[in-house]
Nanobody, 123 residues
Framework: QVQLIESGGGLVQAGDSLRLSCAAS????????MGWFRQAPGKEREFIAT????????YYADSVKGRFTISRDNAKNTVYLQMNILKPEDTAVYYC????????????????WGQGTQVTVSS
């Protein structure tokens, strides 16, 4: 288990960009697969993106591919989600999570979760 704290959410307009950050408390951060998920009101939590230990391998949900970029800085124990060309349907609470399984995309594969940060995109 590792403590994760997200930040960077807010209210933006459609077409704007936003960068989320997720800081980990554990110095073994570099050993975790990291992922981003989101949950819109009345909907199930969904996978957004994942990144490998080294940051050289990434994978995205089709809904965000080409608009969102996941990255990490192991020296800062932080993972990022750069979100561009935001749409109203991107409105959700965004969560970062840590896993030990490479390429993890399922909620149950992630053992540690942040508290979430709200992203609201107005039209």
């Amino acid at each position: 288990q590792v403590q994760l704290i997200e930040s960077g959410g807010g209210l933006v307009q459609a077409g704007d960009s936003l960068r989320l950050s997720c800081a980990a408390s554990d110095r073994t951060f570099s050993s975790y697969i990291m992922g981003w998920f989101r949950q819109a009101p009345g909907k199930e939590r969904e996978f957004i993106a994942t990144i490998s230990w080294s940051g050289t391998s990434t994978y995205y949900a089709d809904s965000v591919k080409g608009r969102f970029t996941i990255s990490r800085d192991n020296a800062k124990n932080t993972v990022y989600l750069q979100m561009n060309i935001l749409k109203p349907e991107d409105t959700a609470v965004y969560y970062c999570a840590a896993a030990s399984t490479p390429g993890a995309t399922r909620i149950r594969q992630y053992h540690s979760w942040g508290q979430g940060t709200q992203v609201t995109v107005s039209s």
